[in-house]
């Protein structure tokens, strides 16, 4: 699953801001990755790919 944030980028001024935000990424996703874009030197997006895995129900028969 690709979730866009709900985050402008370009508000984040500082190095520090962006860090806290992809902290906060971390800390709520369980399994999953984290993909950060960056063009001429910049972050301009970061996408949160989280996996959710579904146990399989045995059949009782």
Do not use: T
């Amino acid at each position: 699953m690709n979730n866009p944030l709900d985050v402008d980028l370009s508000k984040l001024d500082n190095h520090q801001e962006i860090a806290a935000h992809i902290v906060s990424i971390l800390h709520a996703i369980r399994f999953g990755s984290i993909e950060i874009v960056i063009h001429d030197g910049r972050i301009v997006q970061i996408d949160r790919h989280e996996k959710f895995r579904v146990k399989a129900v045995q059949n009782k028969h």
